[in-house]
């Protein structure tokens, strides 16, 4: 069963920089799409980036676009986020998600997830 850790998330100022991490279990890691999704109370989730195995096709969301970049480090079983140039829109938990193997949905429809980081973004 994979297992989904996330963490960095944290109280900024409008135009500060956070860098979330993932920490994931599982052997077949290196074969998973992962990516990261947000949700805000009363607000739909939003898909934010994903990024294939081998990191040739990545997807961000059009809000996040020029601000976020995606990455992953397979040898440590560990995928980032990095967030630049963040905005009080940007506050959310952040989810951290696998997408198994066998999916064929590009961005992808995750099949588990992390508990969570919170991020505040105060303007």
């Known amino acids: 069963q994979v297992q989904l850790v996330e963490s960095g998330g944290g109280l900024v100022q409008a135009g500060d920089s956070l860098r979330l991490s993932c920490a994931a279990s599982g052997r077949t890691f290196s074969s998973y799409t992962m990516g990261w999704f947000r949700q805000a109370p009363g607000k739909e989730r939003e898909s934010v980036a994903a990024?294939?195995?081998?990191?040739?096709?990545?997807y961000y969301a059009d809000s996040v676009k020029g601000r976020f970049s995606i990455s992953r480090d397979n040898a440590k079983n560990t995928v980032y986020l990095q967030m630049n140039s963040l905005k009080p829109e940007d506050t959310a938990v952040y989810y951290c998600?696998?997408?198994?193997?066998?999916?064929?949905?590009?961005?992808?429809?995750?099949?588990?997830w992390g508990q969570g980081t919170q991020v505040t973004v105060s303007s």
């Open positions: 990024i294939n195995r081998s990191g040739s096709r990545i």
């Open positions: 998600a696998v997408d198994l193997p066998g999916g064929t949905s590009w961005p992808p429809k995750y099949d588990r």
